[in-house]
């Protein structure tokens, strides 16, 4: 019911979140209605936050879902995804926004999250987008983490192109 609703009247806050609680409320029995069900409600809190593009919360709590989809299925396309919606959304809430912070958090881990598959420069603007986060919320110790952890991948990068070039200087010998 809800679902049809929300689906006419995109915009209706009021249908959003009936539906979106509907969705919380339902059981599913099998993984694959787990997984249709916890996608219908990606879509619908995203799709509350777009009917109110300035406010941050809704669009907190959809990001929150997605950071958790994302990180029991770890794929590749789903970060892209996600650090695609994290620097559209920058975009919509006004620059002195609280949510900036983790926005911000949020494009450099949908980067870095694609592991040795990203680029030096790519690596490079996702530390800075984590720096920029840290500067704002020095508490922030899951950016801290990710910092850390992609200068681990960068020296571990850096050493198996050394032994690599190694080796090629040991066969010209």
Known sequence: MFGRAANKQQTNVKYLEALEEALMKFVPTTSGETRDYYNQLIGTRMQRAR????????????????????????S??????FATDAEQISQRV???DPLQPLLKYYRALGT???GMGIS???????EALLRAALKADPSNEDAWLELIRSQELAASKLMADQQVQDGRKDRKS
């Open 76 to 81: 590749d396309f789903l970060w892209r995804e």
């Open 51 to 74: 009917a109110t593009p300035t406010e941050s919360a809704p669009w907190r709590k959809a990001l929150e879902t997605v950071y958790e989809r994302n990180n029991i299925s770890n």
């Open 94 to 96: 006004p620059p002195e």
């Open 120 to 126: 030096d420069s790519e690596r490079t603007a996702a």
């Open 112 to 114: 870095l999250r694609r």
